[in-house]
């Protein structure tokens, strides 16, 4: 039982870290002075990727492996696809992932996640959504019966960045983005992530 107890508290005191971080970021771009220069014009549809890195915590309900430990993982793929309603609302699909090590295999929790963008700033955005969380194999790291399952369920998704550089239709931003997870598992069980990333986005409108 306290094993039990510890293991949540451990749990909470992730969660409660990474949106600490989370908000930090978000008050210290907001906190920065806007310089006097035309607004970009944004049209049409926008693509994204983002390099970069961050940590990732897993908790199997299997106890296989469980938030007691976290991971430094590099960002890979992290891509968004939208198209902008106005200069400010954008509509978009996002595609975040992260490499993580489970059992001596490489593995990918990720995501397929309809969200929302919205400039606050000329240059400071926000960005959210919900939708598939996907846990499975790193493609170079498949092996037939062993590392070879796709686990499915449900990922929320936060990130804020501020462009640092805009030039006509591109600009370059400075991110952060939090995912919290849950893949469902064979067996009635299954898989939680906590992923917090800081990366360069490269934008284009």
């Known amino acids: 039982m ?3 107890k510890m293991k949540t508290i451990k749990k909470q005191i992730l969660v409660k870290m990474a949106c600490v971080a989370f ?3 978000v008050s210290v771009t907001y906190a920065q002075k806007t310089t006097q220069e035309s607004t970009t014009q944004r049209d049409g549809f926008i693509f994204e990727f983002v390099a970069g890195g961050g940590i990732i915590s897993i908790e199997d309900s299997a106890g296989i492996q469980t938030f007691d430990k976290s991971q430094g993982t590099f960002v890979f793929p992290d891509l ?13 699909v996002s595609l975040p992932g992260n490499i993580y090590e489970f ?3 490489d593995r990918h929790f990720g995501g397929f996640i309809p969200s929302v963008q919205y400039w606050v700033k000329d240059k400071w955005w926000i960005h959210g959504g919900i939708g598939l969380a996907i846990d499975s194999p790193a493609l170079y ?14 990922a929320v998704m936060a990130s804020t960045g501020y462009e640092i550089c805009k030039k006509k239709n591109f600009a370059l931003n400075v991110q952060s983005k939090l995912v919290l997870g849950r893949a469902s598992l064979d067996g009635d069980a299954h898989r939680d992530a906590v992923i917090f990333n800081i990366g360069l986005g490269f934008n284009w409108f």
């Open 80 to 92: 968004k696809f939208g198209y902008m309603l106005n200069d400010r609302l954008a509509i978009t």
């Open 23 to 25: 908000t930090l970021v």
């Open 103 to 105: 059992q001596d295999n």
């Open 2 to 4: 306290t094993s039990i």
């Open 141 to 154: 790291d498949i092996k037939d019966d062993v590392n070879d399952d796709w686990n499915f369920g449900c």
